[in-house]
């Protein structure tokens, strides 16, 4: 198993999981078993290549799941069918994230990219930029009024990006500290930033 989600809100019972092996599975917590489709059938989905990542979108209808191809593909949660495959980048995906409406989606990937997509157009891409992160991007979060999106690398560099033109922040540090997160992903204290830096590292 490479990659894990949990389920928001009423459906706070269920998780996903995706891996090596191919399939993207649905499990209840609560039951400790398999979670069951609408049709009977167990919530298991063979998708024909590894997943490295997954992420559930705020209203639990959709699921998506990065690759080691550098493609991201959306599922269905309550059917597990594939809707959308997506294959820009070349490099695995190693970071995925819904912001709080649901509204965008964030891919990061092993090269250090980071590209935006609006999830009501199809996942048209609103922007991307391989500038800032030399190396895998670890996390992502988003502010819970999703006007910022937050990335950390694993050389411990954090960067900032304006929404939705996912620009570098560029404001003063005052403008970070009373932020409030909608998740905390990444793992490491952050030290403010001086004003006009687009990466941060943390202490």
Request: with cysteine; glycine share 10%; aromatic share 6%.
């Amino acid at each position: 198993m490479s990659g894990v989600a949990a389920f928001p809100g009423r459906a706070a019972d269920l998780f996903c999981t995706t891996g090596e092996d191919g399939t993207l599975r649905v499990w209840n917590a609560r039951h400790r078993n398999a979670h069951m489709l609408a049709n009977g059938q167990r919530a298991v989905r063979a998708m024909g290549m590894p997943g490295c990542c997954c992420a559930v979108s705020p209203d639990a209808r959709a699921i998506a799941v990065g690759h080691e191809g550098g493609q991201f593909t959306v599922w269905d949660a309550e059917s597990l069918l594939c809707g959308v495959e997506n294959a820009l980048r070349k490099r695995a995906v190693s970071a995925l994230a819904f912001s709080p409406d649901g509204a965008l989606l964030a891919v990061a990937t092993r090269a250090g990219s980071v590209d935006l997509y609006s999830t009501r157009e199809r996942y048209r891409r609103l922007g991307g930029s391989t500038e800032i992160h030399s190396t895998a991007v670890t996390a992502m979060d988003f502010a819970a009024d999703g006007a910022l999106l937050r990335s950390c690398d694993g050389a411990g560099r954090i960067a900032y990006w304006e929404l939705p033109a996912l620009r570098p922040f560029r404001g003063h540090e005052s403008g970070l500290r009373d932020v409030e997160w909608h998740t905390e992903n990444g793992i490491f204290r952050l030290r403010a930033p001086r004003p006009g830096t687009r990466p941060l590292r943390v202490t």
